[in-house]
């Protein structure tokens, strides 16, 4: 059954009703006849989008000997990434665009110590000043980092520019939105990049590599989450799109962390897709109330009185067509320790990445520091092998920022297909409204739209550990680097 979002919100009383007294007709689902009784309907709220113009998954676009790098954003992602990304032989960074211009001087100073050519800036102030970068330069890659409302229109203007575009996550906050990324793809035939770093952590690379191997057997379900007490940058007043981002929205607003290795070991989007999904929140305990108590003093915070929406924790399960679950969460408004959750369950064994140490079982018992040292000696993919020391030496997040770049740049110079495509970026995007929808309407199940348009049953698996090739980026001779670059 396809219901439209009009004839949903007109029928969401009624439906909640009739839920609570089990009195809605079965419209899908399959099971035993007693349970097919009274299942109540999986909401479709996405637009029928037609076939698939090009297929981009395992798209390998041509080879790129000096890949010639835009950025827009600046800040504390954007920044850090200028410095990592220079170091890269083949990358020649050559614009900059930020509201301010004092931004993309500290960058520019970065790059003059290392030698390296001075790039355009385009900072006067204007919101819309990127778009002259993209029209004037010739880039090959437009790499994004600004707030993530913006995320979407730069990511179309960068690719109908003639550039691949990488954009820091989410890449969209509605189902258009990620349509939008879809379709602009296919039809330039540009990358559309969600450089989601933590599929590039260590552990989930490892646990993918073993998945891929055959050492879990089936994959059943994973749990995945972010996790992280971010109850002061939530608010921060020097970072004032952050409030505005969370303030009168309710979901899992920032969902790709976990969802993206999740995803990755499902093979989803290449073999199975994100079939469905229900989404609950509990209340708001801890930032509404410190809103209240800094507004007492602060008129910066008067105006989002009473305004919090986001309750303190999002759980969001799953279900895959092939009948495999995730089960998502997201809080960052608790005091509590980092986690991302994800515990890999397969047939054969499970791995549970938090609290630290990791660890791995094929039984009741964990096995022993001994017996998983020696796991990680075997599965260690290529990429880590090549880069993963380099990586830590680096930085950003303990190493993986830098093994994403670098990944990404050897990908594009070697012409080989992405770690992350359009289909990618829609998908696990699309958690962010399709869960903002589900809890605002009783958690009823919501479909996830097949952003493959069908193409997933036959997609190729993902090299992610560089089975196939790749591999030959180095860092540039030129730098001096060392261990107080950054
Ligand atoms: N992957 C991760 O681990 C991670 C971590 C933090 C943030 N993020 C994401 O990175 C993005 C940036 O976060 P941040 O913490 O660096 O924010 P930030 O506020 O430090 O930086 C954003 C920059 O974008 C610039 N900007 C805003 N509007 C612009 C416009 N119209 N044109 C050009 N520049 C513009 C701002 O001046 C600022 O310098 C967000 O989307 C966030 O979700 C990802």
């Not at 109850?231 to 976990?258: M, V």
């Not at 507004?295 to 067509?321: H, M, P, V």
């Not at 986690?339 to 064994?349: E, F, I, N, Y």
């Not at 093994?403 to 990908?411: F, P, Q, S, V």
């Given at each position: 059954m396809k219901t439209s979002r009009r004839d949903f919100i007109k029928t969401a009383g009624m439906a909640g009703g009739m839920l609570a007294t089990g009195g809605l007709s079965a419209c899908s689902g399959s099971g035993d006849s007693s349970s097919s009784k009274n299942v109540p309907a999986i909401w479709d709220i996405s637009e029928?989008?037609?076939?698939?113009?090009?297929?981009?998954?395992g798209y390998a676009a041509p080879k790129i000997d000096v890949i010639k790098i835009g950025y827009i954003g600046i800040g504390g992602r954007g920044m850090a990434a200028v410095k990592r990304m220079a170091?890269?032989?083949?990358?020649?960074?050559?614009a900059l665009s930020d509201l301010k211009i004092e931004k993309i001087d500290e960058a520019k100073a970065y790059l003059k110590k290392l030698g390296m050519p001075e790039p355009k800036g385009y900072a006067?102030?204007?919101?819309?000043l990127w778009k002259e970068m993209c029209d004037k330069e010739e880039l090959d890659l437009i790499y994004i980092a600004t707030?993530?409302?913006?995320?979407p229109s730069m990511c179309v203007y960068g690719m109908e520019s003639g550039a691949h575009v990488a954009t820091e996550i989410p890449a969209a906050r509605t189902l258009d939105e990620c349509w939008s990324l879809v379709e602009t793809s296919e039809k330039t035939k540009k990358h559309c990049s969600?450089?989601?770093?933590?599929?590039?952590d260590f552990w989930e690379l490892l646990i993918l590599n073993m998945v891929r191997q055959g050492f879990f057997g089936d994959i059943v379900h994973v749990d995945a989450g972010y996790i992280h007490d971010q109850r002061t940058i939530n608010i921060d007043k020097a970072k004032t799109w952050r409030i505005e981002e969370f303030i009168n929205r309710n979901g899992n607003i920032y969902p790709t962390h976990g969802l993206g290795p999740a995803c990755q070991v499902l093979n989803i989007n290449r073999g199975d897709r994100l079939d469905y999904l229900v989404s609950m929140s509990s209340n708001d305990f801890t930032m509404g109330p410190k809103i209240d108590e800094l507004a007492l003093t602060d008129d910066f915070y008067k105006k989002y009185k009473d305004k919090w929406k986001l309750g303190n924790i999002n759980t969001s399960t799953i279900r895959t067509e092939k009948g495999k679950t995730i089960m998502l969460q997201y809080n960052v408004s608790n005091p509590r320790p980092y986690d991302r959750l994800q515990q890999v369950v397969g047939t054969k064994a499970v791995s549970k990445k938090y609290p630290f140490p990791s660890r791995i079982s094929v039984g009741h018992e964990w096995l022993s520091e001994e017996e998983t040292a020696a796991l990680v000696e075997k599965y260690t993919p290529r990429l880590v092998t090549l880069v993963g020391e380099m990586a830590k030496k680096v930085g950003g997040h303990g190493g993986m920022d830098f093994l994403m770049e670098w990944r990404l740049i050897d990908c594009l110079k070697n012409g080989l297909p992405l770690d992350m495509d359009v289909y990618d970026a829609a998908a696990w995007s699309s958690i962010v409204p399709l869960s903002e929808w589900c809890v605002a309407n009783n958690s009823v199940p919501v479909r996830i739209p097949d952003f493959t348009r069908g193409a997933y049953k036959t997609n190729e698996p993902l090299d992610i550990a560089m089975a196939k090739g790749g591999g030959s980026t180095k860092i540039k001779t030129t730098i001096k680097f060392n261990d107080d670059y950054f």
């Amino acid at each position: 059954m396809k219901t439209s979002r009009r004839d949903f919100i007109k029928t969401a009383g009624m439906a909640g009703g009739m839920l609570a007294t089990g009195g809605l007709s079965a419209c899908s689902g399959s099971g035993d006849s007693s349970s097919s009784k009274n299942v109540p309907a999986i909401w479709d709220i996405s637009e029928n989008k037609g076939k698939q113009v090009f297929n981009m998954s395992g798209y390998a676009a041509p080879k790129i000997d000096v890949i010639k790098i835009g950025y827009i954003g600046i800040g504390g992602r954007g920044m850090a990434a200028v410095k990592r990304m220079a170091l890269l032989e083949g990358v020649e960074i050559v614009a900059l665009s930020d509201l301010k211009i004092e931004k993309i001087d500290e960058a520019k100073a970065y790059l003059k110590k290392l030698g390296m050519p001075e790039p355009k800036g385009y900072a006067d102030g204007s919101q819309e000043l990127w778009k002259e970068m993209c029209d004037k330069e010739e880039l090959d890659l437009i790499y994004i980092a600004t707030p993530r409302d913006l995320h979407p229109s730069m990511c179309v203007y960068g690719m109908e520019s003639g550039a691949h575009v990488a954009t820091e996550i989410p890449a969209a906050r509605t189902l258009d939105e990620c349509w939008s990324l879809v379709e602009t793809s296919e039809k330039t035939k540009k990358h559309c990049s969600m450089i989601e770093n933590c599929v590039y952590d260590f552990w989930e690379l490892l646990i993918l590599n073993m998945v891929r191997q055959g050492f879990f057997g089936d994959i059943v379900h994973v749990d995945a989450g972010y996790i992280h007490d971010q109850r002061t940058i939530n608010i921060d007043k020097a970072k004032t799109w952050r409030i505005e981002e969370f303030i009168n929205r309710n979901g899992n607003i920032y969902p790709t962390h976990g969802l993206g290795p999740a995803c990755q070991v499902l093979n989803i989007n290449r073999g199975d897709r994100l079939d469905y999904l229900v989404s609950m929140s509990s209340n708001d305990f801890t930032m509404g109330p410190k809103i209240d108590e800094l507004a007492l003093t602060d008129d910066f915070y008067k105006k989002y009185k009473d305004k919090w929406k986001l309750g303190n924790i999002n759980t969001s399960t799953i279900r895959t067509e092939k009948g495999k679950t995730i089960m998502l969460q997201y809080n960052v408004s608790n005091p509590r320790p980092y986690d991302r959750l994800q515990q890999v369950v397969g047939t054969k064994a499970v791995s549970k990445k938090y609290p630290f140490p990791s660890r791995i079982s094929v039984g009741h018992e964990w096995l022993s520091e001994e017996e998983t040292a020696a796991l990680v000696e075997k599965y260690t993919p290529r990429l880590v092998t090549l880069v993963g020391e380099m990586a830590k030496k680096v930085g950003g997040h303990g190493g993986m920022d830098f093994l994403m770049e670098w990944r990404l740049i050897d990908c594009l110079k070697n012409g080989l297909p992405l770690d992350m495509d359009v289909y990618d970026a829609a998908a696990w995007s699309s958690i962010v409204p399709l869960s903002e929808w589900c809890v605002a309407n009783n958690s009823v199940p919501v479909r996830i739209p097949d952003f493959t348009r069908g193409a997933y049953k036959t997609n190729e698996p993902l090299d992610i550990a560089m089975a196939k090739g790749g591999g030959s980026t180095k860092i540039k001779t030129t730098i001096k680097f060392n261990d107080d670059y950054f």
